[in-house]
Nanobody, 124 residues
Framework: QVQLVESGGGLVQAGGSLRLSCAASGRTFSSNAMGWFRQAPGQERESVAAISYSGSRTYYADSVKGRFTISRDNAKNTVYLQMNNLKPEDTGVYYC?????????????????WGQGTQVTVSS
């Protein structure tokens, strides 16, 4: 069973940057699509970005296009989310998720395993 551990969250001022990391255990990481989701208090979990197993394809929610970049290093079993020009509305718990199979998914139900989440807080 694959386990995911997120890190890199924290408190940052608006306009600042953070880089989230998600380290995966297990040998199937390189054949799985990966995604980042976030959940603000009182709101549903929403997709932020996704990446195919090879890294050749990516997806971004409209709200983060041009500010966030998803990438992966299959040799290190790690997926990243670089977040620039952060806004207060980016605040929430960010989750890393993996999908068995190489194609990206845009919905939480597309994913098969999840990390525990890391808090991102953007102050105005």
């Amino acid at each position: 069973q694959v386990q995911l551990v997120e890190s890199g969250g924290g408190l940052v001022q608006a306009g600042g940057s953070l880089r989230l990391s998600c380290a995966a255990s297990g040998r199937t990481f390189s054949s799985n699509a990966m995604g980042w989701f976030r959940q603000a208090p009182g709101q549903e979990r929403e997709s932020v970005a996704a990446i195919s197993y090879s890294g050749s394809r990516t997806y971004y929610a409209d709200s983060v296009k041009g500010r966030f970049t998803i990438s992966r290093d299959n040799a290190k079993n790690t997926v990243y989310l670089q977040m620039n020009n952060l806004k207060p509305e980016d605040t929430g718990v960010y989750y890393c998720a993996g999908r068995l199979g190489g194609t990206m998914g845009r919905n939480s139900y597309d994913y098969d395993y999840w990390g525990q989440g890391t808090q991102v807080t953007v102050s105005s």
